[in-house]
């Protein structure tokens, strides 16, 4: 995939300048992913490389993180619940529409129509290949199915919620895998529907979709804290 494609993306790296995670541009200084990335850590130790198809450890195109926000009721104990947050940063991203450019925040409480086929969605990142793969410095994309809230609860025996989202293909062998985690699924070319939460190890083992936070049910506090 080519950071012209979704050039809302970008790289979450820790210390060193390696990638840990996933995210998404959704502000000129805010960039949203999972609390399950950020939990245990501190702004000073985290970076984001935007403007990227290829990732490396070098400084261009980085920008510090000033603070972070994780969501007050994150719970990871409680199938990751409320696995969202947000990376305010130390300058603003000048967006040219070409590598950089903000995500779409879906409208609030959206839902893709609640139907077996369910609707297609795209997840790109750097994440790794295969369950004991390695992480990749050229970004990836897959072509997913979004599933509906009954067949993701279905399929995870009730471990998911109306909060989640499900995204895989039904014969599994495409989806996330580590360092897919905080990126973006996106649904209509740059709508950002899901977060990368967890899945089932090994990764995109069938009948076991990957499951994302659902963005619609966060849209208000996005805004509460980015406005």
Known sequence: ADILEYPFIVSMRGPTGTHSCGASIVAPRWILTASHCVSGRTAD?????????????ASENVVQVKRIVMHEDYRPSDSYANDIALLELKGSLIYNYKTIAPVTLPDRYFEID???EGAPGILAGWGVNSTFGSLQNHLQSVNLKIYSDEECQLRHKNATTADHLCGGVDEGGKGQCSGDSGGPLVYNGSVQLGIVSWSIKPCTVAPFPGVYTKVSHYVDWIYKHIH
């Open 45 to 57: 130790q985290l970076s984001i490389q935007y403007a990227s198809t290829h990732i490396s450890p």
């Open 114 to 116: 609640q139907v077996p």
